[in-house]
């Protein structure tokens, strides 16, 4: 294996984007944009929701990241998506696609499609059914939950990679990043009360935007982002069970930690392995 990646290093990545305060310009859905936005500024970035005609070039003119999330579509929002993504590749900054639902409905499925004529994304971030239906396999969605594990998706996500030249996450129980450099991260932490609040995963997709824009490694950026995420839910659901609480104090938990994780807690805490795929 011909790459190294530290703990340390991620770290620094987080150090960057409290530092930076990238501007991430996200058109997400409206059941997640609030919970987004308060994910992104407790890890210290600065979050824009813009999806007006009237300013979205703008928008994307001045971020830093480009985040776009199909989660509640309609055919404002795509074109919406269509206009910024043209100004982000323009100008050559990271764009994050979270393909939420994808294979739930033919509709679904278009947009993407269109979204990938027009430039494909630095990053791509699903669940195992997102990322297999995303690719091009067959599979049953259930709504916006997946309907396959991780596991199941990784031929996908790895032929996807190879596909868009980028980087694709498959999220889970582990969590995997790989991109066509054929570098692979197995990321273990987080917790499974993340997956009973709304929108931690579409939360995840924003700090990688944010991520990707202090690291020009879209690779090294989203694993980074996913180990502080996954350390970060660890800590406060150990936290809110010490004293009782629930899922519902676990989500304002989620968001000290973003802000308070500390580097030692970060680094003993993170369980990642690095390897290299194979087609």
Known sequence: ?????????????VVAVRERSPLVHSITNLV????????????????????????VRDMAGIAQALVLNIGTLDSYWVDSMKLALVVAAQRGIPSVLDPVGAGATPYRNQALESLFAIALPTV??????????????TVK???VDS????????????????RTGGTVCVSGEIDHVFDARRRWARLSNGHAWMTRITGVGCSATALIGA???VQPDAWRATTAA???LGVVGEVAAEKVQAHGLGVGSMAVSLLDELQLLEQAT?????????ATWQD
């Open 226 to 228: 996913m180990a502080f």
């Open 266 to 274: 970060f680094e003993t805490r993170l369980r990642l392995e690095l």
């Open 141 to 143: 969605t259930r709504g």
């Open 211 to 213: 991520f990707c824009a």
């Open 32 to 55: 997640v944009m609030g919970f987004n936005a308060n994910v992104l500024l407790a890890a210290g970035a600065s979050p824009v929701m813009a999806h007006a005609h009237e300013e």
């Open 124 to 137: 791509i971030r699903g669940n195992g059914s997102e990322i297999m239906s995303t690719a091009g396999a």
């Open 147 to 162: 309907s396959a594990a991780a596991n199941d998706a990784l031929g996908a996500a790895q032929a996807l990679a190879g």
């Open 1 to 13: 294996m011909a790459f190294k990646l530290s703990a340390s290093d991620l770290w620094s990545d």
